[in-house]
């Protein structure tokens, strides 16, 4: 069984996916954490988004992902990444890196060898479009930009960053991940949308449990 769970930016696909996965028992990736990892690297690396990335810089990416114990954890090169790639800077910049189709297609393949052997829910953007057109269940969530930010920036739990500058980051990369020309972030035909917008993360949960388990 394939699940994918598709949506705007910070509209809790990922702690909704995790809720499935533990609740179905079923494999989970993120595949915006694939997307951070990668920037972080080429960031540490000083690799522009404009360069080119060739099989070089790919063969000394090695990314894992881990969901156990309810916990999700990342791995670039062996270091426990998992908080890193939430820092501003790689939110500031994985658009523009995850619009490059050789970061697309080294991803894609990732997603796909991870559902080869397991049931497996996916969350994202392309999921349900491109990754898995084939995916059993298909959902999109979208809320309104207000409260997104808001949602994150408790999330940060740092006062000194502003909910106005969050606003216009998740604006900003929503935009960008909306106009690619690659996989934009779109609802698939066939996937169920759900306005989180004045939803509780259980009410959500138990909408897209209904579709699955009938
Ligand atoms: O889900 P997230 O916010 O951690 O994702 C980070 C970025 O990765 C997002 O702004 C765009 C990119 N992304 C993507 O292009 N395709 C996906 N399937 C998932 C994420």
Redesign the pocket.
Known sequence: MIIAIDGE?STG??TQAKKIAKRLNINYRD???Y??AITLFLIQNQINPKEVIGSDIFSKINISQNFENNIFSIFLNDEDVTSKIRGHKVSLN??EY?KKPEIRKFVYNLLRKSSELNSIIV?????GTVVFPDADFKFFLFAIPEIRAQRRHREINDESIKIESIEKEILI?DDI?SNRDI?PLKKAKDAFGIDVSYLSIEEVFEKILQKIII
């Open positions: 930016a696909k990922s595949s915006g954490a997307y951070r994985v658009s995850a969350d994202g953007r392309d999921i990369r991940d996989a």
